[in-house]
T-cell receptor
Framework: GAGVSQSPSNKVTEKGKDVELRCDPI?????LYWYRQSLGQGLEFLIY????????KSGLPSDRFSAERTGGSVSTLTIQRTQQEDSAVYLC??????????????FGEGSRLTVL | AQSVTQLGSHVSVSEGALVLLRCNYS??????LFWYVQYPNQGLQLLLK??????LVKGINGFEAEFKKSETSFHLTKPSAHMSDAAEYFC???????????FGSGTQLTVLP
């Protein structure tokens, strides 16, 4: 498809298990973002990839969270030893990243994670 | 540093009434400002954006927003609400060297028949 694709759309896991969330950005978009949306709260920035540059990991809440982007395209967000407070919708977005500023972000529909 | 404050987590209007969703930002340099809309179980969709051109920005679905530097505001308006406008609306800012958007906490808009 032409949009940002995320999988799985829903994931239920037990506390302590590891989970992987996948994002397939729009072809040609050099920037990729992960945000977390918790119930009743806004979007919390997690991590940002831009081309071959080192990612901006400043938003990752703990060392249980990590992400990688292979070949400048698909990204995987991994949460190790999940906790109940990790329950949220994880949104991925990509952008053509205009020079000198932030272009429009195109969002996927999100992966809803529930930790029991 | 950049931040966004959305006043009112829930706003209710009658169908046909004016919609006004408030957003104030904080930025040490001229910002880029955005409004996104999120319908239930969907991702965010861009409504409109301000990037230092005209201060009155028109977006999709009849929405518009005015950048007021003196008030550090970027309020979203629509003259006449429609039932299909019911959704959550997010204001966002990007400024300086920041390459990520900072989002407000969102405003849930309810349109009453």
């Amino acid at each position: 498809g032409a949009g940002v694709s995320q999988s799985p759309s829903n994931k239920v896991t037990e506390k302590g298990k590891d989970v992987e969330l996948r994002c397939d950005p729009i072809s040609g978009h050099t920037a990729l973002y992960w945000y977390r949306q918790s119930l009743g709260q806004g979007l919390e920035f997690l991590i940002y990839f831009q081309g071959n540059s080192a990612p901006d990991k400043s938003g990752l809440p703990s060392d249980r969270f990590s992400a990688e982007r292979t070949g400048g395209s698909v990204s995987t967000l991994t949460i190790q030893r999940t906790q109940q407070e990790d329950s949220a919708v994880y949104l991925c977005a990509s952008s053509p990243q205009l020079r000198g500023g932030t272009g429009e972000l195109f969002f996927g529909e999100g992966s809803r994670l529930t930790v029991l | 540093a950049q931040s966004v404050t959305q006043l009112g987590s829930h706003v209710s209007v009658s169908e046909g009434a004016l919609v006004l969703l408030r957003c104030n930002y904080s930025s040490s340099v001229p910002p880029y400002l955005f409004w996104y809309v999120q319908y239930p179980n969907q991702g965010l969709q861009l409504l409109l954006k301000y990037t230092s051109a005209a201060t009155l920005v028109k977006g999709i679905n009849g929405f518009e927003a005015e950048f007021k530097k003196s008030e550090t505001s970027f309020h979203l308006t629509k003259p006449s609400a429609h039932m299909s406008d019911a959704a959550e609306y997010f204001c966002a800012v990007s400024s300086g060297s920041a390459r990520q958007l900072t989002f407000g906490s969102g405003t849930q808009l309810t349109v009453l028949p």
